[in-house]
């Protein structure tokens, strides 16, 4: 983005992950870019190594005096004092949301979205364009592993970009290519039914232009009936061939599908050989599956599934996996339920979710933007997954979580920690990371 009255931006909330990606763009396309987070983290340190200056801790002497726009994070409250102190001083603020549909308008956008897989898909679809040599931009929900960080650079009018839904983000962008992996019912505390998620993606897809497309799978109960009479085409992507993966699980196969279909769009004359290669070769990104090493002759993985599907469907590719592999040791979840309206509205599926597990420790809810109102807890999530037969044990604490982590693990056991809070900062010290 080239815009000369919009050259100083200051990041309120940089460490998040697409707001990391978004200044890291800004920053490559020759603005002053600084920002800061409330603590220190691997985000804010891959940042600080690619020469974008964050400050830790939140206050009003951090806004530099020639700034020209705020972008802040949409956990970031309107009283925050870097905000306060911008609104005083009478500089403009975007979310990101909004920040991110300026910078993708007048660009062909590939806008990413459903309940599960779009981190993968985003970063497989940047991934193959990469290898194609199609020099696209990519803003990616996690760090791919492949080229260290959440953002991919490129000179051409390619944007490809990860698109949540929550609060309508998604229709803040005016995408060319609309890819939709999967659709459930989430984000509860703003979407009070799933028709009412229906009704977000149904204008998503209404906003395709008749020159764009669509790709999903119109077999998707949830999907089909907002197919109907749309102006843009609808290309099924389960129709792509089965791509030989790193990663496991039936999942991590329809998202490769889906990045595969979105790739021949965008690069008509793509040879199948560079597609099946760029995903073949694909490592996959930060938190998604990911192997951080051993304990007590364990090993251990950690995972960003938050949602009882996401969590079963891990499980269930872990499960697999040892047993490809002869290991029969127990596989041993920590789970990081993340809110208090998901956990307390979705509580049966979550129950039913750890099937899979031998052992369940679930940590104190990560409430995030929500308080405590009391109708939900660890305790009463670990006493469900009990009644579905699975043995589970409420934890005080994340570090009561790594200390019975650590006394239980034996060799052959297969440790995974999930969730989208804080959760990794077990398995990190279970190995023996970020100290």
Not at 301 to 318: Q, W
Request: net charge negative; hydrophobic share 40%; charged share 25%.
């Amino acid at each position: 983005m080239n815009d000369s009255n919009r050259t100083s931006y200051f990041f309120t909330g940089i460490g998040g992950i697409g707001m990391s990606a978004l200044a890291q763009m800004l920053a490559a396309d020759g603005n002053a870019v600084i920002g800061s987070d409330r603590e220190e983290s691997p985000v804010t340190r891959m940042l600080e190594e690619k020469g974008i200056r964050v400050l830790i801790g939140q206050k009003a002497e951090n806004l530099p005096e020639a700034l020209d726009l705020l972008v802040y994070s949409d956990a970031v409250p309107e009283d925050n004092p870097e905000r306060a102190a911008a609104a005083t001083r009478g500089i403009p603020q975007l979310s990101y949301f909004q920040m991110l549909g300026r910078v993708s308008a007048g660009k062909k956008t590939v806008a990413i979205a459903g309940t599960h897989g779009k981190t993968t898909t985003t970063g497989m679809l940047a991934k193959i364009l990469k290898d194609a040599g199609a020099d696209a931009s990519a803003i990616i929900g996690s760090i791919v592993q492949d080229f260290g960080s959440n953002y991919l650079p490129g000179s051409s009018d390619v944007f490809v970009v990860e698109a949540c839904e929550y609060r309508d983000h998604l229709l803040e962008l005016s995408p060319q290519i609309l890819v939709v992996t999967n659709l459930e019912w989430d984000h509860t505390d703003y979407f009070p039914t799933l028709a009412a998620l229906q009704k977000t993606f149904r204008t998503a897809m209404e906003r395709v232009p008749k020159n764009g497309a669509i790709i999903t799978d119109p077999s998707n109960q949830n999907i089909q009936p907002l197919l109907k009479g749309l102006a843009a085409q609808v290309i099924d992507y389960t129709q792509e061939p089965a791509y030989e993966l790193r990663l496991p699980g039936g999942f991590n196969k329809a998202n490769a599908r889906a990045a595969a279909a979105a790739a021949r769009l965008l690069v008509p004359d793509i040879p199948e050989h560079v597609i099946a290669e760029a995903l073949a070769g694909f490592h996959g990104t930060w938190r998604r599956f990911q192997y951080k090493g051993k304990v007590g002759g364990a090993d251990v993985y950690d995972d960003y599934a938050h949602h009882p599907t996401a969590i079963s469907e891990t499980l269930r590719a872990l499960r697999k996996k040892n047993e490809k592999e002869g290991r029969g040791g127990r596989i041993i979840a920590a789970f990081h339920p993340h809110l208090y309206s998901r956990t307390r509205d979705l509580l049966d599926s979550f129950a039913r979710a750890f099937s899979d597990a031998d052992e369940v420790v679930i940590a104190p809810i990560y409430g995030a933007r929500e308080e405590d109102d009391g109708s939900v807890s660890s305790e009463l999530l670990a006493e469900r997954i009990r009644a579905e037969g699975v043995s589970a044990r409420a934890a005080d604490s994340l570090e009561d979580v790594e200390h019975f982590l650590r006394g239980i693990a034996k060799d052959g056991d297969t440790i995974i920690t999930m969730g989208a809070g804080d959760i990794y900062k077990v398995a990190d010290a279970l190995v023996g990371e970020g100290a």
